[in-house]
């Protein structure tokens, strides 16, 4: 299995494997197409050979799986399963979802691998709780999904699927998007979340226009390192906003989101060793002056913005 494994690396090109049911393979199998991996395709590559498992459980049960001799990371479920009520419920406070990221650095470390998701084949489509067909804490809705299956009625839910790409794309690991999440296909339980792709003229204009905003958000993260390999820096985190600084050796850029259905003044106070002056709106490029390391800025109901420090 292993040999065959290597075989079609080798054969497609492809960048890695999505490894379904870790914790049911013998432990041996992993260290073994790992050893493989690493001395029949990896030395031929610039870019490392790229494992992602799929297990559920504890952290020290996902994390055993994650180190040199077997995958580069897992699905962090973990930090899903906090993540998902914040941005559906109302009165879920982002100082949850902070408290929990900042367990997976202590696992982890900052600067990581594992997988960051809003869905799956294994759980519900992030639209169905957005809209409302689903409650943020019902995990099996496979009668839902055969006798009435979710669809999205109401054109606010696509901006909670965006503010929620925002965090995802911003945050330390990596983005894993669900086919279809990208314009916010909706579905319960399997087999209904995993419905026939579709494209183009097939989209709603509300599913177009998500899928436009999905584009940006991921060219704005493709086009920041500090987004991809920077720390994490927590400046607020209270019931509707979440603010924070990634940092690398090249930039420092600051996130901010707001899920209420208000617009929000929010007032920052930026750490006096960033020296910062200036901040630039990266998505229109608008400048904010920085006094005493203190600046103010308004946020649209279930909004986001990103801006760039500067001295």
């Not at 850029?253 to 106070?269: A, D, E, F, R, Y």
């Not at 649209?300 to 420090?309: G, N, Q, V």
Request: with cysteine; proline share 4%; hydrophobic share 35%.
């Amino acid at each position: 299995m292993t040999d065959i494994a290597v075989w079609w690396l080798k054969e497609t090109g492809a960048d890695g494997y999505r490894h379904d049911a870790v914790k049911h393979v013998p432990n041996k199998f992993w260290r073994r197409l790992n050893e493989k991996i690493k001395s029949n395709v990896s030395p031929e590559r610039e870019l490392p050979v790229y494992q992602i498992g799929e297990t559920f459980g504890s952290y020290e049960l996902i994390s055993s799986y994650v180190n040199n001799g077997q995958l580069n990371s897992q699905f962090n479920f973990n930090l899903y399963d906090v993540a998902l009520p914040t941005f559906i419920r109302e009165n879920s406070s982002f100082a949850n979802l902070d408290k929990e990221m900042h367990k997976t650095f202590s696992v982890y470390g900052v600067n990581h691998l594992m997988g960051n998701i809003m869905d799956s084949h294994d759980k519900n489509r992030f639209m169905a709780f957005a809209d409302g067909d689903l409650d943020a804490g019902e995990w099996s809705a496979i009668e839902k999904g055969w006798n009435d299956p979710p669809k999205v009625d109401n054109p606010e839910s696509y901006k909670k699927l965006i503010l929620y790409m925002v965090y995802m794309n911003s945050i330390p690991g990596l983005p894993v998007i669900y086919y279809g999440s990208e314009f916010g296909m909706s579905g319960a339980s399997d087999p209904d979340n995993r419905r026939m792709m579709r494209f183009e003229s097939q989209l709603t204009k509300d599913e177009m226009k998500t899928l436009t905003e999905v584009k940006k958000i991921i060219n704005i993260r493709k086009n920041h390192s500090a987004l991809r390999h920077g720390d994490f820096y927590t400046l607020k985190a209270d019931k509707d906003i979440y603010a924070y600084i990634r940092s690398d050796m090249n930039e420092r850029v600051l996130v901010i989101l707001n899920k209420s259905k208000n617009t929000k003044t929010v007032s920052l106070k930026i750490p006096d060793n960033y020296s910062t002056s200036l901040l630039q709106n990266i998505v229109t490029g608008d400048n904010k002056k920085c006094v005493n390391n203190k600046f103010t800025t308004e946020i649209s109901a279930m909004s986001w913005k990103i801006f760039k420090l500067y001295k």
